[in-house]
């Protein structure tokens, strides 16, 4: 058999080739050892560790690994309380529950089938459940996209890292992982339709589910007419037959119209067809939510995606290879929208990775050969790569109270529910998540990270309040706010703190607590920046 074809066989193949072409002189790849195999038949373990198997095994504990993190994501914490609920009402909520601003507005809560699966696996196993199982769900991402990567192993394993580098910024324990293994997973089953034409029809059953999950089907929906509008590009631009596309654009059609119509099975029925829509149209969302912004290509977190796209571009331009139109489309669409919202990243790189693994693919990829002796070399390099994931997964799901301590106002939360100061409160919106988690029903929140349910003339009033802009003092009076819980380097602290009006009940080097009226008193000795394990002083 040539190299060349032994190759394409080692990754490209569904039953994969373990025969190693013989070579004198050693290579390394990747740390791994080959052994030339002169004997027709080797089985079990010491076949996988000769074979690209061991490189798979590596590139999907190093993506374990990557994707391992503390559960600090501050919406968090409105999930669990509301898969709590869920399952002890026994049914979703469709009115604002938490706030005090919203009490009694119409809430579509898109995530609520996510809401239950996340406190289902709280319940079970805590945040190290958490942990674990949305860091394997990245993980099955990535490998999808590995296993969509098409000639050698090593190339393939290679982009896969660098994709999962790329969106990392994106990833935590939150249900737009779930949307992001599913786009992954409706990609391998458009790849998949050329071998199996029927194979597109499971997107149906998929979009159902997703439509439960969250509101990212959407994408899903787009990303099916998109492949439609890439089978008839080719045909238009000859890249394809009408005869072999037809049956396809048929299918696709349909598939399309059928995930559609599965769209209203949901508790919320035809409304999750507009609610999408009206996210992406809302105007506070886009300018004052991080996650909607676009990249920083100055913040070094966003270097590796920086290089994929300038990679993939020159990928295109200099490589024998070239994409289909089709293939093109898609990608131009994904790239605009990863450039427009860090939200979309993931998408973009998950499309894009394949697409350059094989442009890379002709240039880079060689045979790997080398000596005898390597299964144990093999087999130690393995061991010892999974000891260490283990051991840091570990160290993560350890580090968690630090985490959420250093995210969140755990003291200065605590205080609040064991002093009990006069409401209604104002609170940062990053933290409101975190106060339904500690303080609701005793406490409503003023805000929290379900943008949609406040619109943009809540959040507006909060940012006016929070920088003092505009009426932010009409904000304080309309709203009877009595306490504040903001972070201490605020414009708003600050400026309370010069108002005989104000008091201040707590402070640390992350929060303060702020209360006005003639029964507030301020307390002595306040807990100060650095004080670890105290708490500030109550009101008598």
Not at 47 to 66: D, E, M, P, S
Not at 490 to 501: G, V
Request: proline letters at 5%; a positive charge.
């Amino acid at each position: 058999m040539p190299e060349k074809d032994a190759v394409q066989q080692c990754h490209g193949c569904e039953e994969g080739n373990d025969r190693v072409p013989y070579s004198r002189s050693p290579i390394a790849h990747a740390g791994i050892l080959h052994l030339e195999n002169t004997s027709s038949e080797l089985s079990g373990w010491k076949k996988y560790c000769q074979t690209r198997g061991v490189f798979v095994a590596i590139v999907a504990l190093g993506l374990l690994g990557l994707a391992a993190r503390p559960a600090a994501d501050p919406d968090l914490w409105w999930h669990l309380r509301t898969g709590q609920l869920t399952l002890q009402n026994h049914a979703v909520f469709r009115m604002d529950p938490y706030s005090f601003t919203r009490a009694g507005f119409p809430w579509i809560n898109h995530e609520w089938l996510s809401d239950v699966f996340m406190f289902g696996l709280y319940r079970l196993s805590g945040f190290g459940g958490l942990i674990v199982v949305f860091a394997l769900l990245i993980t099955g991402t990535y490998l999808l996209v590995f296993k969509r990567c098409s000639g050698g192993s090593y190339p393939a394993g290679i982009v896969t890292i660098w994709a999962a580098l790329a969106s990392r910024p994106v990833w935590g324990v939150r249900p737009q992982v779930l949307s992001l293994f599913f786009a992954s997973l409706l990609l391998l089953l458009h790849d998949a339709r050329l071998r199996h034409p029927r194979i597109l029809w499971c997107a149906v059953p998929l979009i159902l589910l997703w439509a439960n999950l969250h509101a990212g089907y959407a994408m899903g929906i787009a990303v099916l007419i998109l492949f439609l509008m890439g089978e008839a590009l080719d045909a238009l631009t000859g890249s394809a037959s009408w005869a072999d596309v037809t049956p396809r654009i048929r299918t696709t059609a349909l598939v399309v119209a059928a995930s559609l119509a599965v769209v209203p099975f949901n508790p919320y029925g035809a409304k999750m067809y507009s609610y999408p829509i009206s996210t992406l149209r809302s105007v506070s969302m886009q300018s004052r939510i991080a996650e909607w912004f676009s990249p920083n290509f100055h913040d070094a977190q966003y270097m590796p995606l920086a290089l994929l796209m300038l990679a993939v571009l020159g990928g295109l331009a200099l490589s024998s290879k070239r994409a289909r139109p089709g293939e093109l489309l898609l990608l131009l669409a994904a790239n605009f929208a990863a450039l427009v919202s860090m939200r979309h990243v993931g998408v973009y790189v998950v499309i894009a990775a394949p697409i350059l693994s094989r442009l890379l693919n002709a240039r880079f990829e060689r045979p790997p050969r080398l000596l005898k002796g390597a299964f144990l070399i093999n087999t130690a390099i393995l061991v010892s790569f999974a000891i260490f994931v283990v051991m840091h997964i570990r160290t993560v799901v350890k580090n968690q109270t630090a985490a959420e301590a250093e995210g969140f106002p755990v003291r200065a939360v605590s205080f609040l529910a064991a002093q009990h100061p006069p409401g209604p409160i104002l609170n940062d919106y990053d933290w409101g998540g975190y106060l339904i988690w500690r303080l609701y029903p005793e406490n409503r929140v003023f805000i929290d990270g379900r943008a949609d349910v406040y619109g943009d003339v809540l959040m507006k009033d909060f940012g006016d309040a929070n920088s003092l802009t505009d009426d932010w003092r009409g904000v304080l009076e309309r709203w009877r706010i009595r306490t504040v819980i903001l972070k201490s380097g605020s414009p708003l602290i600050t400026a309370l703190r010069t108002s005989r009006e104000w008091k201040e009940l707590y402070g640390d080097s992350q929060a303060t607590v702020m209360a006005r009226g003639p029964s507030i008193t301020a307390a002595e000795g306040m807990n100060r920046e650095g004080r670890e394990g105290t708490r500030g002083n109550s009101v008598k």
